[in-house]
């Protein structure tokens, strides 16, 4: 049976002005720049990389999850980890936040712990998704009083949830206060790969000529018989936003034949791009799309396992991932075993609208986002992209909003915005998309914030620091 990939539409057409916000994302300056935050078992791995951020003026400090745990209250460990951040932002006037950590190998126990969204976008495949989102988003407003964000405003204990029934639904913020990613790392070994490439990635880059380069890749997202192809528009318009700051446009596309399998896009990878983006369809698998008006044929173009493949050395690019999963850093072959106590046989179930959780394909290893950046010897510096199923316009609206709007802000506000610190671009990237959407009362809207997540270094350089 091929492998399951799903994607969301939604037909509805919405009219909003592709402006600037005039809610600038949160930034200060003062004691630290930077707090990592790690388990102890992590600490010695990543003191080569507090070193290196403090000799590059980024003042940063290492603060154990097991010293939060015993300083900190609050009802479980994501809600003290926050307190902390609350804390050093308040204390310390912290502009970026890296959480080290991610699931621990061969338990379904994490190293730094992840906050759920409980919101349900009525589709039945995600019963939750991650939301890295919930440590940035440290402040909301009450009575013209800024307080803390628990993010479970009805106080019953289930985080970020909007039931079915929408009179069921905690009120969020949603804008990031301060700048948060994450390295998902599962054991020492990934911790000092990902720490190593950060470290060549600011110190080496700068003046490549590679870095001027942008990969762009797509096709005909939700076939149909109009010759609006959402992914090549999704990339098309993110690429006019950097080729008019001098990046060289290298476009991959199912229309004109230059995307036709995973080599196309393998073979441009290996040349070196400072920018990837990639706009379609996923899985935690693979990313993949539809050649014009075959919604029967599938066109892989990047599986998790491939990412080994790529093979381009130390010329490692940002990555823009646009479909469903591919950031979903919480699978594991142990879900098997959860899953089957959950649905028995069920699990297996190939019926097209109630498929068995096992097509969801949380079983495998490690999700695309995740093995892009953990991989030796080539990949990503990060990646951004869905902890969950995406959403995105189809046909002449896909730019209207969703998927087929945040992404292109993102090279939006890195060429007109100024901004070359990545954590600030994807910040403000989000606090665009909550100032111009209806996030508070959409579902479509609330979870795409929520769920698109930054993979990586939230203060790193883009393109490095001049030699």
């Known amino acids: 049976m091929p492998i399951l990939l799903v994607a969301l539409f939604v037909f509805s057409s919405i009219g909003v002005a592709y402006e600037s916000s005039n809610k600038p994302f949160f930034v200060s300056s003062n004691t630290y720049d930077l707090v990592i935050i790690a388990p102890k078992i992590f600490s010695r791995a990543l ?150 490439k950060i470290i060549n990635y600011e110190t080496g880059t700068s003046s490549s000529n590679w870095f001027k380069n942008m990969v762009i890749a797509g096709g005909d997202t939700f076939p149909s018989d109009d010759n609006y192809f959402e992914g090549e528009i999704i990339t098309n318009l993110s690429s006019s936003y950097m080729k008019s700051i001098g990046f060289n446009i290298t476009h991959l596309w199912a229309s004109d034949g230059t995307l036709e399998n995973s080599n196309d896009l393998i073979m441009a990878l290996r040349i070196g791009a400072g920018f990837v983006h990639l706009s379609g369809h996923g899985s935690a698998l693979v990313w993949s799309t539809h050649p014009p ?109 969703l998927d087929g709007w945040l992404e292109p802000r993102f090279f939006y506000d890195y060429s007109v915005g100024g901004k070359d610190i990545l954590g600030e671009l994807y910040g403000q990237a989000i606090t665009d998309y909550v100032s111009n959407f209806n996030v508070h009362n959409d579902r479509s809207d609330c979870k795409t914030v929520q769920q698109w997540v930054l993979l990586g270094d939230p203060s790193l350089k883009i393109g490095g620091y001049p030699n």
């Open 47 to 196: 003191s080569p990389l507090v070193k290196h951020k403090n000799d590059v003026g980024v003042k940063t400090i290492l603060k154990t999850t097991e010293d939060i745990y015993r300083e900190y209250n609050g009802r479980d460990k994501p809600e003290q980890i926050k307190y902390f951040i609350k804390d050093a932002l308040e204390t310390w006037g912290i502009k970026y936040v890296l959480l080290v950590g991610g699931l621990k190998s061969g338990r379904q126990s994490w190293y730094v712990p992840v906050r759920y969204s409980n919101l349900d976008d009525r589709q039945g495949w995600d019963l939750r998704y991650i939301s890295d989102l919930y440590y940035a988003d440290i402040y909301k407003y009450e009575n013209d009083e800024k307080v803390f964000d628990d993010w479970d405003s009805n106080g019953n204990g289930i985080f970020a949830e909007w039931n079915w029934n929408s009179s069921v639904k905690d009120v969020l913020d949603l804008t990031p206060d301060v700048c948060v990613g994450r390295l998902a790392c599962r054991d020492l070994f990934e911790v000092r790969t990902v720490v190593q």
């Open 293 to 401: 008006h075959n919604d029967t044929l599938w066109i892989d173009s990047l599986f998790t396992y491939q990412a080994r493949s790529i093979r381009n050395g130390e010329k490692l690019p940002i990555v823009v991932i646009g479909g469903c999963h591919n950031n979903q850093f919480d699978v594991s072959p142990f879900n098997i075993l959860r899953d089957i106590r959950r649905e028995g046989l069920g699990y297996f179930k190939s019926d097209e609208y109630e498929p068995g959780s096992f097509w969801k394909l949380e079983w495998i290893p490690e999700c695309l986002g995740w093995r892009l950046i953990s991989a030796r010897n080539g990949g990503a510096i990060a990646t951004i992209a869905n902890t969950g199923m995406g959403f995105a316009y189809p046909g002449n609206y896909t730019l209207n909003g």
